[in-house]
């Protein structure tokens, strides 16, 4: 028993000079930021200066920036101990829609050596445009929805985050259509809303632009074409290019002979514009017998 005390003691005193050791090695850390995009050489900040080191001692006790991704985003002019961009940053690629985009890298030196922490943050530019994965969109809505009738779209993505997102929509002008525009936390969608009552006999077809815009300094915008299909309903009776016909015939006329030609014509569409004839003799139904409709 007094042994495994003895072992336990000596784990837990080992334990704590590991973490004393680690801790003795992490001299500073340091937070910049920098836009995305930004041109090879951009200064970030001076290393130097911001951890207190004497600039002749980056090259003597070879100073060396550690990055773990196998891109060099940074480097330092061990002569100035400027900490600069070395090649093209993309935050987009980087971070795709993460909130905060971070590169981690470490700064090592020697005799004795010493380890820093630093922490870039790569800021968003707003260097996409909204688009729309459907350029073209269709919807059908019968003539007979009444107005105040609300209608899903496909909305706008943007690589971009924050205020260089998807900010607002809007509608080409119209007759039937107003835009109604909704704002989540990280998020914004619209729906159209009919205005108007629809007459396919009047318009079959309504052509609209969708337009999406983001909140960056200048915008960017993307369009979507929207295509309206009304549908028809039944609400025409067919109507007779006359209202009134007349014919004379003579008593002896063979049978087949056409007396007279009647067109009605429906301005529905499709089942509901087929026309049926037939007739009604008014009190006369024996002369019915007498006529028939081909």
């Known amino acids: 028993m007094p042994m495994q005390r003895k072992r336990g003691a000596c784990g837990y005193y080992l334990l704590v000079c590991i973490l004393d050791c680690c801790w003795k090695l992490v001299c500073g850390q340091l937070s910049y930021s920098i836009s995305e995009e930004a041109s090879p050489g951009t200064s970030v900040g001076n290393l130097a200066k911001d951890l207190n080191i004497n600039v002749q001692d980056l090259e003597a006790r070879m100073f060396q920036l550690v990055s773990g991704s196998k891109r060099q985003y940074f480097d330092t002019n061990l002569k100035t101990g400027s900490l600069y961009v070395s090649e093209r940053i993309d935050r987009e690629e980087l971070c795709a829609k993460a909130t905060k985009c971070t590169v981690n890298v470490e700064a090592v030196m020697n005799s004795p050596l010493k380890l820093y922490r630093l922490e870039i943050i790569i800021l968003d530019v707003n260097d996409n445009a909204p688009f729309f994965p459907e350029k073209l969109q269709t919807i059908n809505i019968a003539e007979s929805i009444s107005p105040g009738g609300k209608f899903g ?7 971009d ?98 007396v007279i030609v009647l067109t009605a014509v429906d301005a529905d569409n499709g089942i509901n514009a087929e026309v049926e004839y037939s007739l009604r003799g008014k009190g006369q139904d024996h002369i019915l017998d007498l006529f028939q409709i081909d």
Request: glycine content about 8%; aromatic content about 4%; charged content about 20%.
């Open 161 to 258: 985050v924050g205020k260089n997102g998807v900010n607002t929509y809007k509608l080409s002008p119209n007759d039937y259509f107003s835009i109604d525009i909704h704002k989540g936390r990280d998020s914004v969608s619209a729906e159209l809303v009919l205005q108007k009552a629809l007459d396919r006999e009047k318009q079959p077809i309504i052509r609209l632009t969708l337009t999406a815009v983001d909140g960056g300094n200048p915008p960017k915008s993307g369009t979507s074409q929207i295509i309206i299909n009304v549908l028809d309903i039944n609400d025409n009776a067919p109507v007779f290019s006359n209202s009134l016909y007349k014919a004379s015939i003579t008593e002896n006329l063979s049978v087949g002979h056409t």
């Open 153 to 159: 779209i496909i909305g706008a993505l943007d690589l």
